[in-house]
């Protein structure tokens, strides 16, 4: 088997899937998992954008960010099934598919999580609490570090050095690594002070949307080192690899998605119960929660009309755990 270094020294990149001769079977469950990625992006944008209604407006964005996330993701992917049905060719038997010159599989993923990476770290931003100009300098500077981190790790990826892999591999890869310690450090400051204000129920969301984002981020850099140990024509390894892309780039763009949402409703739903509620103009007629209506101002003549035990209690600091907002009580969704 050719090793990696002599890979390097033909003048090729060090990701080997464009390289590798596949299987049938092998070939066709790369493709499969192009597609079901491609469908589950577009299915978490439509979901994202489907949804966005069921939060108030303060906390919008984040449904935003999530659509625009996986419609990106999607559209790589549909590339993806592109490339991968007119880069290879069957051999007369069709046994096995032989790459053809020049198929390039790894540099459409970094184009894409050059977009969507920092994306992700502005939605976890559109739902957290921090001052204006506090959270204007730790979202650029999260969004600067991801942008840096794939930037750095595509270099050593496609491996600028004509020659053994392994310098540029692991030189860029630790460059970028100093970028991925940065953005954990930059999303990190404004969950932790996030996760003190708000009520358990989406302070206990919020947690789990970080540790899932942060959990599947660290599969990325294992990944990128494969190359190291693989060889030129590795289709075993080539397969594990885009398999494992596949499921994470799932979890991290429509999972997260979709924890965040929660996340925003639960949010909305503790905002419903302050004076923040006497603005019918930032919340939408009906917000579930859990299959639970939470009643919001429905009438603009509310605004300024009283106070009711919720708001008089919010001016004083207190919010009591069962009050019930303006738009009378709370009560189960039908259906």
Known sequence: ???APALLASGT???FTGTSTFSAWQYDLVLYSFAVSMFALFAGGLYAVATRSDVSKRYRPASIASACICWVAALAYGLLV???LTGFTATADGASYVPD?????TGLRYMDWSVTVPILTAELFAVCTLARRSSAWWRFGAMASASLMIVTGYFGAITLDGGDPTAPLLVWGAISTVFFIALY???YRPYAQTRREVGAEAGTSLRNAVILLFSVFGAYPLLYLVPLWAGADSAGWAVTVQLVFCAADITAKVGFGVLIHKVAKLRTAEDARTEAAQLPDL???EVYVSGELVSLPAEPALAGAGTTPSTASARNGHV???ATPAGGPRRSRRG
């Open 1 to 3: 088997m050719t090793t």
């Open 13 to 15: 990149s060090a990701t």
């Open 82 to 84: 592109v490339t991968w």
């Open 101 to 105: 010159p020049g198929t390039s599989v």
């Open 185 to 187: 450090v930059f999303m």
């Open 283 to 285: 919340y939408p007629a």
């Open 320 to 322: 009591p755990e069962h």
